[in-house]
């Protein structure tokens, strides 16, 4: 018997098939907190008088039990139960009888996987938020370990102006304080507490939400029930467009050492075991894990977009549709996250190579510094860049410029700020404990 099944009715195969789809296999990453979130509306419903103390003592005791199975891995769904609710329910009533039966008071199945979706969710934004700071920080690291260690820098992908490899990894470190920015809004959303709003529109039962919002150690509440439920997809987009602007750094930074790897650039090198080779080639060291990395996070990224098509003209009030957020946006915070390990990995053993621009192909580099030198010698700038232009047009042996360097300005190859990089981190990091 379904939960919602009446005696004397039934359900086509093919349509139960159908409608439940793949939602088992998600519902067992729901497990453990559609039993947090039953503890703590039983434990609620005990102190507003709809269950003895009594028996919400005991029903509190047999879900412990139960999570504990979860933690330990024996927990299943079994043959006949429709979801995760109809299994927990189903084991708690074998267990102390019709005491639970008492448990749904006050609760639908729609306020019931609310709140196990933002509590896995919210659980999954914090892990998510930890791979991203441990990338950030290796990031850091290396970028101060190469940070006299030049390479060019390209506009249009033409050799444009010196860089270097610490101002290259500490560009991607600076653009995840911004990711983490998006990450931290959908913490805070995903941090509100939906359980009570019943099927959207509240219950006549003297519920306690802000009892349970307590109990399960959220920031605040959904207030309106039905708003409650219409967070359902939108808590998943919002994290969702965080994810995706995650993926774009990570991406980009992937195709950079993609193309910094190639010979034809020869700027970075890592060790054999992480590269693969070809069947017929012999020579070939291939960044497979940056090119599948890239390949993982350009799909993240159209996630969003996926969950805007499947919320697109919903009514308010719950619907269907909203059983797939769970298969398009569960799957990607894994691979997320493995993109993530993956990266570290990678560029923790990464080397940059010596004297680079001491290639004659790269003298060009310099042009903007020979400008400047003009200028500080009190040319006008555009005489200089008159000067030096006609200067690389008559031949290189005419150009000739020396390779020192005087970066000071903060962000330049000369002063990194990576403390106040760092800083402008642990100021996002703090909204994350609110």
């Not at 009190?378 to 290189?396: K, L, P």
Request: proline share 2%; aromatic share 8%.
């Amino acid at each position: 018997m379904k939960l919602w099944q009446k005696e004397n009715t039934s359900v086509s195969a093919l349509v139960d098939q159908f409608t439940v789809g793949r939602d088992k296999e998600f519902d067992l990453l729901l497990a453990k907190h559609d039993v947090a979130g039953s503890i703590a509306h039983v434990t609620m419903l005990g102190e507003v008088g709809l269950m003895t103390n009594e028996e919400s003592a005991t029903a509190v005791a047999a879900l412990e039990e139960i999570a504990q199975e979860i933690e330990a891995g024996k927990f299943i769904i079994e043959e006949g139960i429709e979801d995760v609710h109809s299994q927990v329910e189903y084991l708690l009533t074998q267990r102390i009888g019709d005491t639970g039966k008492k448990i749904h008071s006050g609760r639908s199945r729609n306020d019931q996987v609310a709140v196990d979706i933002k509590l896995y969710l919210r659980e999954q934004t914090l892990l998510l938020k930890d791979e991203v700071k441990g990338l950030f920080d290796l990031l850091q690291q290396q970028s101060e370990r190469f940070k006299d260690k030049l390479i060019p820098g390209y506009t249009h992908l033409q050799i444009a102006m010196p860089s270097s490899a610490g101002l290259w990894l500490g560009a991607y470190a600076e653009s995840f304080v911004d990711d983490m920015e998006l990450l931290a809004a959908a913490y805070s959303v995903a941090n509100k507490n939906p359980l009570g709003s019943g099927a959207g529109y509240g219950s006549s039962f003297p519920l306690n939400r802000t009892r349970t919002t307590e109990l399960l150690h959220f920031g605040a509440l959904n207030y309106n029930s039905v708003y409650a439920q219409m967070t359902r997809g939108k808590t998943e987009k919002i994290l969702a467009m965080a994810m995706s602007s995650i993926s774009a750094t990570l991406g980009r930074l992937a195709m950079d050492c993609c193309l910094y790897l190639n010979q034809n650039f020869g700027f970075l090198s890592f060790p054999s075991e992480l590269t693969t080779g070809s069947s017929i080639m012999p020579h070939k060291k291939n960044p497979d894990v940056f090119e599948l990395i890239r390949a993982k996070c350009n799909r993240i990224q159209a996630l969003p977009n996926e969950l805007t098509l499947l919320l697109a003209n919903l009514p308010s009030g719950y619907h269907r549709d909203l059983q797939l957020t769970k298969e398009m946006l569960f799957p990607a915070i894994e691979e997320l996250k493995s993109c993530l390990q993956l990266a570290v990995v990678m560029l923790s053993n990464m080397e940059v190579k010596d004297d680079i621009l001491s290639d004659e192909k790269y003298r060009y580099l310099f042009s903007v510094e020979a400008v400047n030198d003009l200028v500080n010698k009190g040319i006008s700038f555009r005489d200089a860049y008159r000067q030096v232009g006609n200067d690389i047009e008559a031949g290189a042996f005419n150009f000739d410029y020396t390779k020192g360097l005087n970066h000071t300005h903060e962000g330049s190859l000369g002063n990194l700020c990576t403390d106040a990089i760092r800083l402008q981190m642990e100021g996002v990091l703090s909204k994350f404990s609110k």
